[in-house]
């Protein structure tokens, strides 16, 4: 085959991609399932807890490790398929995921211990490992404007908010007249929704658009154990507090085995994450982005969720609707993601949405205190800035790197989204550990407690906020060198 045949092949292909969002409807039916499952799956279990352990017998622990399995591994396992999809074919792994969310899910049904469960929802996570990554990349790869890019990526993910919100209105209608186990069984009808939409719609990868690069085992290892202790750290923080030898040992393995990672992947001829492709500058950028978001997003939930209860006496009831304010626009801000893309271009509206993240903890820092309407211009700032963000940072990630290594470009922006989401609830969890005398959860709080949680709220929304903001400029700037490189190649040089 020639050389100009080569060269012509991308064209031949991107000709038959879809034009619109309706000629492709099958393709986003099934990834919009994917994205679903991923969202419906905790909000929904979460409100059958407390029935999960009566019904099982499981202690607090136990339950904890119901809702943790499926993270832990979920997070733990995102790069290495993502590697995998990229080697093997997304649309091959990605079936092969929703079978095993199938078969999984369908083995609730028979659950009798709590240990059981944890296998289940640890199977699960694998099943989620092996098909979220590739929902974002098929979409991008399904299209080839960056303007029906953003509208399918916005559409996935509005499925999948729109999942996350009704998941505990739903499950609490569910458990009043059926068994916990309808719950999990819901996936499966998903699962098959998904299956249908991605063998229907979407062609199988073409051999040009992988790579048969050796599989880089060390650094699997190495990548899936930092990731599995940099998600348990934050939770052993919250649960056995600073003065606990337990979290800071886990942290130190987590820092000694990224180092470790790195330099692995450094070395290696074909290392599992190139840290070459890493440090583009639309890539870093992208996931500096998603971690300023993904740590905003999970920090400020945890104190609003503690203010509204604890300092303010809210019921649980009325502290949900006190949370209204972020749904509402995390679910129906999308339909103004691609208008203001549109409008603002893509360099612009990742950096103000994430400004909007920034401004929006600094007044939940500042200002909180003073009455619940800055409690809301907080949410709405904070949801409104992660809606446009969400969408622009993964398709900027995406758009920076080659199109062989486009899954495990998702992965890595889920992993990150993950990670700094356990940070920001563990170092909000570490703060007011530190600066609030007795148990938090006791009923009634003395003057100097009440104090105490206040300044606690005030010290960790403000360190969440410079966080926040480091992680926002560190993108800016490497975005900016993005726009310079992209202008130098467009100039003349002759």
């Known amino acids: 085959m020639s050389a100009q045949t080569h060269q012509n092949e991308p064209a031949i292909r991107s000709s038959g991609a879809p034009r619109s969002l309706r000629a492709a409807w099958v393709a986003l039916a099934g990834l919009s399932a994917v994205f679903l499952f991923e969202m419906l799956d905790n909000s929904i279990l979460n409100v059958a807890l407390p029935t999960i352990g009566r019904d099982l017998h499981a202690s607090t622990v136990a339950l904890q490790w119901v809702t943790g399995a499926y993270a832990v591994v979920f997070g733990g396992l995102m790069l290495v398929f993502g590697a995998i999809a990229d ?12 079978v095993l969310l199938g078969i999984a899910s369908l083995a609730t049904a028979f659950v009798t211990t709590a240990e059981q469960l944890i296998a289940v929802r640890a199977a699960m996570g694998v099943a989620a490992a092996m ?10 790869r399904l299209f080839e404007d960056d303007g029906l890019r953003v509208r399918a990526t916005t559409l996935i993910s509005t499925v999948g908010l729109v999942g996350l919100a009704i998941g505990p209105t739903v499950g609490g209608f569910v458990l009043a007249v059926a068994p916990w186990q309808v719950l999990l069984l819901v996936n499966v009808p998903i699962a098959v929704l998904a299956i249908i939409g991605v063998r229907a719609g979407i062609a199988a990868d073409e051999a040009a658009d992988l790579h048969r690069d050796p599989a880089d085992v060390p650094g699997a290892v190495l990548g899936t154990a930092t990731i599995v202790l940099a998600l348990v750290a934050p939770t052993l923080f919250v649960n056995e507090g600073i003065g606990s030898w337990a979290p800071w040992t886990v942290t130190a393995a987590a820092v000694a085995g990224a180092t470790l990672f790195v330099l692995r992947e450094r070395s290696a001829r074909y290392p599992l994450l190139d840290l070459r492709l890493v ?31 604890l300092d303010w006496g809210w019921t649980p009831a009325l502290a949900a609707v006190g949370m209204l304010p972020q749904v509402v626009v995390l679910v129906a801000g999308g339909a103004f993601v691609n208008p203001f893309v549109r409008r603002a ?8 949405s994430a400004a909007a993240v920034v401004l929006g903890l600094a007044v939940y820092g500042l200002l909180s205190r003073f009455g619940y309407v800055w409690v809301a211009i907080a949410l709405v700032l904070v949801a409104a800035g992660m809606r446009v963000v969400g969408v622009v940072a993964a398709v900027n990630v995406l758009r920076g790197l080659p199109k062989n290594r486009t899954t495990i470009g998702a992965a890595l922006t889920d992993t990150v989204t993950e990670v700094a989401s356990g940070t920001g609830i563990a170092a909000a969890g570490t703060i007011l550990a530190a600066l609030f005398a007795g148990d938090i959860a006791t009923s009634s709080w003395s003057a100097p407690q009440t104090a ?12 969440l906020t410079a966080v926040a903001a480091a992680l926002v400029g560190w993108g800016i700037l490497r975005a900016r060198r993005a726009a310079d490189g992209e202008a130098g190649a467009g100039r003349p040089t002759g």
């Open 87 to 98: 080697r093997f074919g997304r649309r091959r792994i990605m079936l092969i995921g929703l």
């Open 131 to 140: 098909t979220t990554p590739g929902s974002a990349a098929l979409a991008f």
């Open 279 to 309: 440090a583009r500058p639309l890539v870093a950028s992208g996931l500096a982005y998603k971690a300023a978001a993904g740590l905003a997003i999970a920090g400020l939930g945890y104190m609003v969720t503690l203010q509204l209860q």
């Open 345 to 352: 271009g893509f360099g612009r509206a990742a950096w103000l």
């Open 452 to 463: 105490q949680f206040r300044a606690a709220i005030t010290t960790a929304g403000l360190t």
